[in-house]
């Protein structure tokens, strides 16, 4: 099955700096690659996604960035605000299966 | 438009006995898939329902079974309910050919 790992476990970055999350997997069929916010206590909602013909993404002030070669991932967000404090999760996949990493604890200063 | 709902929003239960927790897909979606989050930890993936029928199954055991019904709604049962089966239960909702899964609220399972 796919394994799936995520660094840094936390992430402390002062306002206005940037912060960058990478997954790892080992799935070489895996062929869909999404990133997940969640804020404590709500549902996990999905902020961006690649495929694997795709090397990167943007919306706004994040972005991925996908090396399928070396089966990793990462998720970039600029400009970071409070409101981007929570955990974010990556999901590589496929087929409507998804592998979940075991979260990053993004924490945005002031 | 109505997104992922899920009931009930908490449940408490206590060993052994069985539970049933219900989901509705997003408008137009067909396809459920359920995860299992313990405290702390990412999503898990249970199954996952398509045309009524199970089409994918992750490393639960057998105690977990699911429904899905003609509107695609679906349901996920628990038997035999143990202490390490608490966890918030997620709902994802999709369309069969496109990977984008969004998620309920989650019904919140506390077995005593």
């Known amino acids: 099955g796919e394994n799936v790992e995520q660094h840094p476990s936390t992430l402390s970055v002062q306002e206005g700096d940037s912060a960058v999350i990478k997954c790892t997997y080992s799935?070489?069929?895996?062929?869909?690659f999404p990133w997940y916010k969640q804020e404590l206590g709500k549902r996990p909602q999905l902020i961006i996604d690649?495929?694997?013909?795709?090397g990167e993404k943007k919306d706004q002030r994040i972005a991925v960035t996908l090396n399928k070669t070396a089966k990793h991932f990462s998720l970039h967000i600029t400009e970071t605000q409070p409101e981007d404090s929570a955990v974010y999760f990556c999901?590589?996949?496929?087929?409507?299966?998804?592998?979940f990493g075991t979260g990053t604890q993004l924490k945005v200063e002031l | 438009d109505a997104g992922v709902t899920q009931s009930p929003t908490h449940l408490i239960k206590t060993r052994g006995q069985q539970v049933t927790l219900r989901c509705s897909p997003k408008?137009?979606?067909?396809?459920v898939s359920w995860y299992q989050q313990a405290l702390g930890q990412g999503p898990q993936f249970i199954f996952q329902?398509?045309?009524?029928?199970?089409?994918q199954r992750g490393n639960f055991p057998d105690r977990f079974s699911g429904h899905q019904f003609p509107n695609y709604s679906s349901e996920l049962n628990v038997n035999a309910l143990l202490l390490g089966d608490s966890a918030l239960y997620l709902c994802?909702?999709?369309?069969?050919?496109?990977?984008?899964?969004?998620f309920g609220p989650g019904t919140r399972l506390t077995v005593l």
């Open positions: 994802a909702s999709s369309l069969a050919r496109r990977n984008e899964q969004f």
């Open positions: 799935d070489s069929a895996s062929n869909y």
């Open positions: 690649i495929r694997s013909n795709v």
């Open positions: 999901g590589p996949g496929g087929g409507n299966k998804l592998t």
């Open positions: 408008s137009g979606h067909d396809t």
């Open positions: 329902y398509y045309e009524e029928e199970e089409r």
